[in-house]
């Protein structure tokens, strides 16, 4: 079990790897001057040269990506003297750090949080930026997913238990329609009508996040905010989880055992909720659980419509400032979400099927 599991950390790792390296190849040919957005067109030569200094852009594209590594690493070898060296270990850049053991005269292996630069528009740290905005998020997408995940298994178990009449058929062309609606289509529908149109009976708003500023500067959490965000990022995973449900506990139901329990006299709905769908669920466990890291990239459009201050919100405003360390700071943490989760299903999937470790 430990070689799986160290198997799985190793393939996530070279995930990331690759991750960080599309990244920092992406962004850095990209056109534009990080340092004349950040100081202005009116800079003179010498401030924007310090800048691309402090940057590391006048360094080699190697020197810049070894760089860029070491500052992502939570373990990494920095200068500790020499402020002139492109490791040196700044006290503005890694606030927060432990030097763990010298490897040589001047330079010590440290343990610090990752870092992520600044942003070129507001020059805050974009690791303060994301921690600020990605809670918001994530209470979003796991909303959503509660949603879809509910409501779809519900769905897809009755439309199994009575395949062919007009239930069934009803959920298969909702299904339909969920898959293939854009979200951020059926995010303007719900917005303008339970939002605006209804907002006098359904006491919702449109626009608003998970909290709000009175008149006197307090915040207040304001949950019904997010009902309509919720469904509107929901609806895709649900019409899924109906479908997969659904063909799933049809193709359990006929296995033997199935028919054989039902020999024995018990209950239809038992044999269906005690013996068919716990089998059932193995396909849907793994959908809901990729879609929940899907969701919190996916949420973009969805808070841009909603007006949900989440990272999507954050990074959409980025790319229309041309502000790419927030942009790159966004994609890292939805590429480590991503694989966090999967790592974490295939171990639990080794764990309950030792199949799966021998595979």
Same mark, same amino acid.
């Given at each position: ?44 030569? *010498? ?41 040196? @270990? %700044? ?8 030097? @763990? ?25 974009? +690791?303060?930026?994301? !921690?600020?905005? &990605? ?7 796991? %909303? ?17 238990? !009575?395949? =062919? ?15 293939? @609606? ?39 959490? *304001?949950?019904? =905010? ?8 929901? @609806? ?60 919190? +990239? ?8 909603? =007006?949900? !201050? ?8 980025? &790319?229309?400032? =041309? ?37």
């Amino acid at each position: 079990m430990i070689k799986f599991i160290v198997k799985r950390l190793f393939y996530g790792f070279l995930v990331l790897l690759g991750v960080i390296t599309v990244v920092f190849l992406l962004f850095n040919v990209l056109p534009g001057d990080p340092a004349r957005m950040m100081l202005g067109q009116r800079a003179d030569q *010498a401030s924007i040269d310090a800048i691309n200094k402090d940057l590391g852009r006048d360094k080699p594209m190697t020197t810049q990506f070894l760089m860029y590594l070491n500052d992502l690493s939570p373990i990494s070898v920095h200068d500790a003297e020499n402020k002139e060296h492109f490791l040196y @270990l %700044s006290p503005e850049k890694y606030s927060s750090y432990q030097k @763990l053991f010298p490897v040589s005269k001047t330079k010590v292996v440290v343990l610090k949080y990752p870092y992520l630069r600044r942003s070129y528009i507001t020059k805050r740290k974009v +690791a303060d930026i994301i !921690k600020e905005t &990605l809670p918001e998020t994530t209470v979003l997408a796991f %909303s959503a997913i509660l949603f879809g995940s509910f409501f779809g298994i519900l769905l897809g178990v009755f439309s199994a238990i !009575k395949k =062919n009449t007009f239930f069934d058929k009803f959920s298969l062309i909702f299904a339909i329609f969920g898959m293939a @609606l854009p979200s951020f289509f059926v995010g303007l529908i719900i917005a303008w009508f339970f939002g605006f149109i209804l907002r006098d009976y359904t006491g919702l708003s449109h626009v608003g996040s998970l909290y709000y500023t009175d008149d006197f500067g307090d915040e207040h959490l *304001a949950l019904k =905010n997010l009902i309509l965000p919720t469904v509107t990022l929901g @609806l895709r995973p649900l019409a899924i989880i109906i479908q997969l449900t659904r063909s799933s506990l049809l193709d359990v139901l006929s296995q033997d055992y199935i028919r054989t329990a039902t020999a024995k006299g018990l209950s239809f709905y038992k044999v269906v909720f005690k013996h068919a769908l716990k089998n059932a669920l193995n396909p849907v466990i793994t959908a809901i659980s990729g879609w929940f890291a899907g969701l919190m +990239a996916g949420a973009v459009f969805v808070e841009i419509i909603f =007006n949900w !201050k989440g990272i999507g919100y954050e990074v959409v405003d980025a &790319l229309n400032k =041309n502000d790419l360390p927030v942009v790159m700071g966004a994609t890292l943490i939805f590429a480590v979400v991503f694989v966090v989760i999967n790592i974490a299903v295939d171990i639990i999937y080794g764990v309950l099927d030792p199949r799966v470790r021998v595979q």
